[in-house]
T-cell receptor
Framework: DTGVSQNPRHKITKRGQNVTFRCDPISEHNRLYWYRQTLGQGPEFLTYFQNEAQLEKSRLLSDRFSAERPKGSFSTLEIQRTEQGDSAMYLC???????????FGSGTRLTVV | AQSVAQPEDQVNVAEGNPLTVKCTYSVSGNPYLFWYVQYPNRGLQFLLKYITGDNLVKGSYGFEAEFNKSQTSFHLKKPSALVSDSALYFCVEDTDKLIFGTGTRLQVFP
């Protein structure tokens, strides 16, 4: 088990472009979470999946953001028409269940120029 | 509303001295509480958790935390700080998703 893997590690994009990030969770974890973290702040919840079902979306997740988890395995987070305010670290985490413990990936750092 | 509060933005302590990083929670009932640590340019690492049972929870790297229901607190402690403990610490509540506190930066001076 290699933990939670996120790709790419860094992404620089021009404002208005679309970007997609990928997260591969720990294989036996059925829950997958996306968070966003800006410098010096705590991670903010964006959305989470149980298997392939998206169970909750934060109000932070505007309609430019979409996440999928086909077949309940890896997940993708897409941001359309990126804005400078989208610049942040995007973190993925996986877990077996509430209270069990969450394993975080190293994150994808997005810079919108 | 914030579920957990970390009242100190930064805590400074000399190496070898005991350290405490404070956290209070606001949920009623039996909360699931965690501490995570984030080192510079590295991912979030789990330190310890309280689900039920003993109020004193022992975790990684010599850290421990005490769950106090009457004071609704879950302070992180270590008897003897190391310079390598310098990092950003988050108190977290598990409400079926993790809700992070604002973080406390711990600086341990040699």
């Amino acid at each position: 088990d290699t933990g939670v893997s996120q790709n790419p590690r860094h992404k620089i994009t021009k404002r208005g472009q679309n970007v997609t990030f990928r997260c591969d969770p720990i294989s036996e974890h059925n829950r997958l979470y996306w968070y966003r973290q800006t410098l010096g702040q705590g991670p903010e919840f964006l959305t989470y999946f149980q298997n392939e079902a998206q169970l909750e979306k934060s109000r932070l997740l505007s309609d430019r953001f979409s996440a999928e988890r086909p077949k309940g395995s890896f997940s993708t987070l897409e941001i359309q028409r990126t804005e400078q305010g989208d610049s942040a670290m995007y973190l993925c985490a996986s877990s077996l269940s509430q209270g069990y413990g969450y394993t975080f990936g190293s994150g994808t750092r997005l810079t919108v120029v | 509303a914030q579920s957990v509060a970390q009242p100190e933005d930064q805590v400074n302590v000399a190496e070898g001295n005991p350290l405490t990083v404070k956290c209070t929670y606001s949920v009623s009932g039996n909360p699931y509480l965690f501490w995570y640590v984030q080192y510079p340019n590295r991912g979030l690492q789990f330190l310890l958790k309280y689900i039920t049972g003993d109020n004193l929870v022992k975790g990684s790297y010599g850290f421990e935390a005490e769950f106090n229901k009457s004071q609704t607190s879950f302070h992180l402690k270590k008897p003897s700080a190391l310079v390598s403990d310098s990092a950003l610490y988050f108190c977290v509540e598990d409400t079926d998703k993790l809700i992070f506190g604002t973080g406390t930066r711990l600086q341990v001076f040699p």
